[in-house]
């Protein structure tokens, strides 16, 4: 274990940093710092030595040297284990540095602002913070370097179990954080350089593209028992979305519940009205609305193909109330996911113990915005997110001779939405309010065509038609 004797804090996010800065005060560490933070410290009557004080050499170039100097570096770099190492450190008046706290200047949320432009966005690219994590990184068997204010409360604890020491495991685990905080910031940056072309005009796809996503669990296995499997998300999430998800009970999210899931959330965001969607190995296999209530919407969705619906993925738009919750659990259910959930629809569900139950808020005001991406060998397949939406379904052109009545373009606007998530070839009947039969992922439009009949009829008591018409492509 280390003792923290001499600590750097230098912030841009300053969360947290005045009662981290007490906590090591406790141990009486020498804190170095500069600008800001150091100002930010002091009017919290914590004693601050200057950057420029100990290093014997002035800020200069409005800010942009400060930190780049021997006496840091080799603070942070000297192995104290190497005789060389300290002997050489001595000679040049170079003291030890314990601890690195810092959080590099906010590029990513600069660029994002509408009016950045690319002077502001080149200002905002941080020289010395990532030179000294990453130094500090590098040495972590001498040195705790922390870019996560989360870090702070569980190092102030560890100190105080240890008489202001730290461990090499715990260095460890936060020099990991650095690599993946520089990554991600020099990602960021690559990506928003290689869209600006030279008449700085953005383009939609960079020249290159960095991504960069945490590791939320393990799966069982993969698509098929044979593979290995995790669940990546993405570091910043911004809307309703089976990432954003707290699930409440059941078995842990295999690698299809978590595809079927997102299928079935995406899907049933596409309605205002209260809506109810069933999935099964990412189609709709059933989907309704109502004006009357969240069961009777379900009902109706599981009436379109009964047999599917059996170990589907079940997603509601509305809080699942108990009467919606018994007649999920009449049949055999995966997944449930909706924004909430009441206590006796919570009492209902908890008779299933291995019905996973998720749950996603559905905020005000959230934006949908994103690429869909699909990994070939040897590359990767990007697009804008299909977001379109049918603003007002009277204004689509008409081809038959018969103009449609307001029931069938009510029938037309929903068949629109359910459609849009079945995957091609994809065949959609429907009535106002529900789907009567789907068809999905054949490679003839004729065969989608017979399926979505055939789970209507075997349903229904009015068959569309008793036999599938062989009409040429273009009139049917």
């Known amino acids: 274990m280390a003792k923290i004797k001499r600590a750097i804090i230098s912030v841009s996010d300053k969360k947290g940093i005045v009662d981290f800065a007490k906590g090591l005060s406790k141990y009486k560490v020498n804190i170095l710092s500069t600008g800001g933070t150091a100002q930010s410290l002091r009017d919290s009557d914590i004693t601050v030595e200057d950057v420029s004080h100990y290093t014997g050499f002035p800020e200069m170039l409005d800010g942009r040297v400060k930190t780049l100097h021997p006496k840091i570096h080799g603070g942070l770099l000297g192995q104290r284990s190497n005789p060389e190492h300290v002997k050489k450190m001595k000679e040049h008046g170079i003291e030890p540095i314990d601890m690195l706290v810092v959080n590099l200047y906010p590029f990513e949320a600069t660029v994002a602002k509408e009016n950045c432009s690319l002077k502001d966005a080149i200002e905002n690219i941080d020289i010395g913070g990532p030179t000294m994590i990453r130094s500090a990184a590098k040495n972590y068997s001498d040195v705790t370097v922390i ?9 102030l604890d560890e100190m105080a179990r240890n008489q202001g020491e730290v461990s090499v495991e ?12 520089t990554a991600r910031y020099d990602g960021a940056i690559s990506n928003y350089l290689g869209s600006l072309r030279q008449d700085g005009q953005k383009d939609i796809f960079p020249e290159t593209v960095s991504l960069q996503f945490t590791k939320a669990q393990e799966l069982r296995y993969g698509e098929n028992p044979h593979q290995n499997g995790a669940f990546y998300k993405e570091l910043v999430i ?9 699930q409440l009970q059941g078995k842990a999210l295999s690698f299809n519940n978590i595809l079927d899931a997102d299928s079935a959330l995406e899907t049933v965001k596409e309605f205002e009205e209260t809506a109810v969607i069933i999935i099964k190995h ?9 004006p009357d209530s969240l069961a009777d ?68 005001g959230y934006t949908s915005k994103g690429f869909a991406m699909k990994k070939v060998v040897g590359g990767m397949l990007i697009q804008e ?3 379109g939406k049918v603003e007002d379904i009277k204004q689509c052109k008409v081809v038959t001779k018969r103009e449609p009545t307001p029931e069938e373009y009510k029938a037309l606007e929903f068949a629109w939405k359910i ?9 959609v009947y429907t009535i106002q309010d529900q789907t009567i039969g789907v068809g999905a992922g054949q490679m003839s439009r004729i065969d989608s065509s017979k399926i979505a009949v055939e789970r209507h009829n075997s349903q229904s008591k009015e068959p569309l038609w008793p036999q599938m018409p062989c009409f040429p492509l273009e009139t049917v």
Do not use: M, W
């Open 147 to 155: 870019v996560d204010p989360d870090d702070y409360k569980a190092v």
């Open 297 to 364: 919407a379900y009902r109706k969705a599981k009436s379109c193909d009964p047999i599917s619906t059996f170990g589907g993925i079940v997603a509601l738009n509305r809080p699942v109330d108990e009467e919606t919750a018994k007649e999920i659990t009449s049949i055999f259910t995966e997944v449930v996911i909706a924004p909430d959930y009441s206590k006796e629809a919570l009492k209902v569900f908890s008779t299933k113990k291995n019905l996973r139950l998720l749950k996603v808020p559905f905020p005000s």
């Open 282 to 290: 990412t189609n709709p296999c059933g989907a309704a609305i109502s």
């Open 170 to 181: 715990t260095n460890f685990r936060l020099a990991k954080k650095v690599f993946q905080h």
């Open 238 to 246: 911004s809307e309703p979305c089976v990432s954003s998800a707290i």
């Open 419 to 427: 459609c849009k998530h079945v995957k091609s070839n994809a065949i």
């Open 385 to 387: 997110r299909d977001l």
